[in-house]
């Protein structure tokens, strides 16, 4: 990105600021297409169809910006992106802060990449909306993928609801399938909302444990359990070697106990130490097994049809919130009916339905 950026071979784009020309119009007037499409969807789709990263990270810019024109040129871009969208496998990967996910992410990926396999990492980053400090702007992760040419790593911020999170990587999802990446990853931390948001984007959900915690399910909700098609304990090595195992198999016999929710798969749960590079490649086997599986018992398009509905809810809901929130009434209105709720003069019921009515334009019955 950097390297297009001084070369002036894309335009930069920051969230929510509308991006300078990166090359003079009227040299762009004089010396015909060939740059000048690079302000336009078609030069966007272009790049991104070509493999271009730096134009692929553009564009995910676009689609990450609240403004509205960048929203238009965003939905333009995908619309065209979109035939060209839905040949990967797309893989959620969870686990709480520590657990390994960076390593793992970066030791199965260059397992793939190595087997000339493109892998793309969308991350979403919660801590910039907790704490302010950002675990994924830290340059060490994942230096080595970050040099691979057949990996495009991007980090997110998930400013905003879950929702939101959901509806742009969603996005970024079908522009990277459009570039040409085979293997989608979506990385979360396994400690809020968002991992309800990452399972109904992808296809296979992954999520890593450690062993010796004296419990297993420590900080992972049984909800996130059900989510998952394979559970990888990590850090199965040296001394822990002994300790995963033995939480593997807990862990296995506790999951046995749940309904099969995907046809024909029962999720596995496998050791793996992601610094050592063992037990990595049984993972890559079992999400295979579980591709070659549920696309024969056809869950696997299926799965994607039932996504693509919750996305159009998702994105009616998005809309109209958007809609209702910018509204200028309703923005003169809200601090007072915030500030009577916090004085007990009015329920917080009644203060939303007030705005409804005046959202809608309803006549209140005298
Ligand atoms: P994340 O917060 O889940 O992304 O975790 P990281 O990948 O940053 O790993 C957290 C720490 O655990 C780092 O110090 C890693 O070197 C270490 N780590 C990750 N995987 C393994 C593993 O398989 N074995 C051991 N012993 N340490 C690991």
């Not at 995907?262 to 999400?287: F, K, M, N, Q, T």
């Amino acid at each position: 990105m950097e390297k297009a950026k001084k070369e002036g071979t894309a335009p930069a784009v920051r969230e929510g600021v509308s991006p300078p020309p990166a090359v003079n119009p009227e040299f762009l007037a004089r010396h015909g297409r060939k740059k000048k499409r690079l302000f336009s969807a078609d030069g966007y789709v272009e790049g991104i169809l070509s493999g271009n990263n730096a134009i692929l990270s553009e564009a995910i810019t676009l689609i990450e910006s609240n403004l509205p024109e960048h929203t238009a040129i965003a939905q333009e871009i995908l619309a065209k992106c979109l035939p060209h969208s839905g040949k990967s496998v797309r893989i959620g990967i969870t686990g709480i802060p520590g657990a390994g996910k960076s390593t793992f992410i970066e030791t199965f990926g260059l397992h793939l990449t190595r087997s000339g396999k493109k892998l793309a990492v969308l991350a979403i980053d919660p801590s910039s909306q907790n704490s302010g400090g950002s675990i994924l702007g830290d340059k060490t992760r994942m230096q080595k993928l970050g040099a691979d040419s057949n990996a495009f790593i991007r980090p997110s911020p998930s400013a905003g609801t879950p929702g939101g999170v959901a509806s742009r990587t969603r996005e970024s999802i079908l522009l990277c399938e459009a570039a040409g990446f085979d293997t989608v990853i979506v990385e979360t931390v396994g400690v809020g909302q968002s991992e309800t948001a990452v399972r109904s984007m992808v296809d296979f959900f992954l999520l890593l444990m450690l062993a010796g915690t004296g419990d297993e399910l420590q900080g992972i909700k049984r909800g996130i359990m059900e989510m998952a098609d394979v559970v990888a304990i990590n850090k199965a090595d040296g001394d822990n070697t002994a300790k995963a195992e033995l939480a593997k198999h807990s862990l296995q016999n506790a999951l046995n106990l749940f309904p099969v929710i995907r046809p024909g798969w029962h999720p596995r749960v496998l050791a793996c130490s992601a610094l050592e590079d063992r037990g990595i490649v049984d993972i890559i086997g079992a999400i295979g097994d579980f591709v070659k599986v549920t696309r024969k018992n056809g869950f696997f398009d299926e799965q994607r049809k039932a996504q693509d509905v919750i996305r159009m809810h998702d994105t009616i809901i998005e809309a109209l919130k958007n809609s209702f929130y910018r509204n200028e009434k309703i923005s003169e209105m809200k601090g007072f009916l915030e500030a009577q709720i916090r004085e007990g003069k009015i329920t917080s019921f009644k203060a939303a339905s007030e705005l409804l009515d005046v959202y809608f334009g309803r006549q209140k019955d005298c």
